[in-house]
């Protein structure tokens, strides 16, 4: 002990929480322009070493925020005090600030059902205790991880609304229901368990928030913190998982992120289900002649251009996209670029395949109706369309076994053909633009009725036929239309060749 009388750990105590709540108070002060936790610079008094009851040694193994007297009291876990972890000290704070702000809803309507909204009280405060700490995403560290927001599952709790660990699915197993779980605990509601499950739910929301800083949606955690804090006051005092992420997303916006931060925000919370909307996998292989390519760039747009990243893939590689249409374009040195704009409204998987321009030049010469460059080779038979759709063209073309064709070239080439974007298409749809109306066709396998598969690597002789959907391609001399609809085919004959 020393003069004061109090012991040495105690006073160590006491300087630690003054030092971590000077680093809370200058964060709030000078990055989020907030003066104390009342916002009208009141003192922040510190209630340290508290025991659990009057006049008990029982330790408080705890610390909180009493809003009733607007005070912070500390307590000792394992012989630990809380005074020495930053981020418990700025959770606890930061329940003061919510409270002057939202004043969170304490007892949902319906008490047998999670409580969303004690869960955001809870989660707010850990967001904004991380990015106050600044170290990590875990909480209580100094002492033991008590919550870790990269990966809940850790302490056993959910990184997703509604998974394994969501209050109350992980207490209810094997056929056992809520009213046994009541009867388990001897309670009357879930309320009565955690308010709800408040501590544990809150980790979906807290994942949400490291999934979209890791995503790259903040130039540092200064932004995100006060993205986090300014979406408080967009807050309903009974708010649900939903109105949090809307709250973020609109705050972000008033402050002037990006689209492309906007995406990555919105596509955390989907993961998380906070939001109801689907992601889709994106499967991508990139290759050239058969062979897997490394060291490939691709860049994705989405056609609203909320989206965009500029990324180095190997071989094979995995995307989580939201529903859109996105422009995909590869590219490696040496090699052609493969360029191909999708519309993402399920699982789907992109054969990229990159032209060796080396090899290409070696080839020139030879280059005709024989492409292929190997021992097995394929014949792909092409029935084109002919004047008027009465009669059909083909052309034999021979290949390497196992190319992936591709659809783009086709259309491409039709359009160079003739000077404009006649024809456009996804790899399954295809249109015709000559006038007003599009005229839809579609590659089947010949004599079928079954598309051809644009993914599909072509491993035995096969015929494909193009066939109209609808509309004529009848023209004559007194149409307006000019070009001739055979050179087009002819243009698109030499370029399946090239």
């Not at 309320?191 to 790259?216: F, R, W």
């Not at 993961?271 to 060291?295: G, H």
């Not at 249409?325 to 992109?350: A, Q």
């Amino acid at each position: 002990s020393v003069e004061t009388g109090y012991s040495s750990s105690f006073l160590k105590s006491a300087v630690s929480a003054m030092k971590n709540y000077a680093i809370i108070y200058d964060f709030y002060k000078d990055v989020l322009g907030r003066d104390s936790y009342d916002g009208k610079g009141s003192p922040i008094v510190i209630n340290l070493g508290v025991k659990e009851k009057l006049f008990s040694k029982q330790d408080l193994n705890n610390a909180f925020w009493a809003s009733i007297v607007n005070q912070m009291f500390i307590g000792d876990y394992k012989g630990k005090s809380f005074a020495d972890c930053l981020d418990v000290l700025a959770h606890e704070f930061t329940h003061g600030v919510n409270n002057h702000i939202v004043t969170f809803q304490k007892i949902p309507k319906n008490k047998n059902e999670a409580n969303e909204t004690g869960a955001l009280n809870e989660a707010y405060a850990d967001v904004l205790a991380h990015l106050i700490e600044g170290k990590n995403w875990t909480i209580s560290e100094n002492i033991e991880i008590g919550r870790d927001a990269s990966d809940p599952s850790r302490t056993g709790d959910p990184s997703v609304k509604n998974d394994e660990y969501y209050f109350p699915n992980k207490y209810l197993k094997d056929k056992y229901t809520v009213e046994d779980l009541l009867k388990a605990n001897h309670v009357e509601s879930l309320y009565d368990l955690d308010k709800g499950g408040v501590h544990t739910n809150m980790n979906v929301v807290t994942h949400a928030a490291y999934l979209m800083y890791e995503y790259g949606a903040f130039k540092n955690k200064q932004e995100m913190a006060k993205v986090w804090y300014q979406s408080l006051y967009l807050l309903p005092s009974d708010c649900n998982f939903e109105d949090a992420a809307l709250a973020v997303l609109s705050t972000a916006e008033s402050l002037g992120l990006s689209n492309d931060s906007l995406y990555q925000i919105r596509k955390a919370f989907v993961e998380t289900k906070m939001l109801d909307e689907k992601t889709y996998s994106v499967e991508i292989n990139v290759f050239s002649n058969d062979i897997s390519l490394d060291d490939v760039t691709l860049e994705v747009t989405s056609e609203e251009e909320s989206y965009h990243e500029l990324m180095e893939i190997d071989k094979t590689f995995h995307l989580d996209l939201l529903g859109g249409v996105y422009h995909f374009k590869f590219s490696k040195d040496g090699f052609t670029n493969y360029e191909v704009t999708l519309t993402i409204d399920g699982d789907t998987f992109i054969n990229a395949s990159l032209a060796n321009e080396k090899k290409m030049k070696q080839n020139k010469v030879t280059q005709g109706k024989n492409l292929c460059t190997s021992t097995e080779c394929v014949k792909v038979t092409w029935h084109f369309l002919g004047e008027n759709n009465l009669e059909n063209t083909s052309e034999v073309m021979t290949y390497n076994k196992g190319i992936v064709l591709d659809s783009s070239t086709i259309i491409d080439t039709i359009n160079k053909s003739a000077g404009f974007e006649m024809v456009t298409g996804d790899g399954e749809n295809f249109y015709f633009q000559i006038g007003p109306v599009p005229i839809q066709f579609g590659w089947y396998y010949y004599n079928t009725d079954t598309l051809f598969d644009w993914n599909e690597p072509v491993k035995e002789d096969i015929e494909i036929e193009m066939r109209l959907l609808n509309g004529t391609l009848d023209f004559d001399a007194k149409d307006d239309m000019t070009f001739d609809i055979e050179d087009v085919f002819e243009g698109l004959k030499k370029g399946l060749k090239e």
